[in-house]
């Protein structure tokens, strides 16, 4: 069982910054692939990073060269840095984390989800 707890969310102008930060309990949180989801007003829940136990990562389109996932497996936490943000990157965004392959998590999310940071960003 892993339980996940975001932060860092909160109001910002476009082409600012933000970092969020994904804290998991367990010990085997190393094992893990972790990934983010947003889920904008109105709109499905949609994949937007990925980073695998060998942190290989994976982005949709809409934030590359933008936003960087990355994990420090001493502090069982994993991180997404946003830059040059957009008003169409405001949403709710969820952690997730599976002991599947990466892959997987990154297409449909995985077994453990957070309760979710809402990022609003105006224009």
């Known amino acids: 069982q892993v339980q996940l707890v975001e932060s860092g969310g909160g109001l910002v102008q476009a082409g600012g910054s933000l970092r969020l930060s994904c804290a998991a309990s367990?010990?085997?949180?190393?094992?893990?692939?972790m990934g983010w989801f947003r889920q904008a007003p109105g709109k499905a829940r949609e994949s937007v990073a990925a980073?695998?136990?060998?942190?290989?990562?994976y982005y949709i389109d809409s934030v590359k060269g933008r936003f960087t996932i990355s994990r420090d497996n001493n502090k069982n936490t994993v991180y997404l840095q946003m830059n040059s943000l957009k008003p169409e990157d405001t949403a709710v965004y969820y952690c997730?984390?599976?002991?599947?392959?990466?892959?997987?998590?990154?297409?449909?999310?995985?077994?453990?989800w957070g309760q979710g940071t809402q990022v609003t960003v105006s224009s």
């Open positions: 997730t984390a599976d002991p599947s392959n990466v892959v997987l998590l990154f297409n449909r999310g995985g077994d453990y």
């Open positions: 980073i695998s136990r060998s942190h290989s990562t």
């Open positions: 367990g010990r085997t949180f190393s094992s893990y692939a």
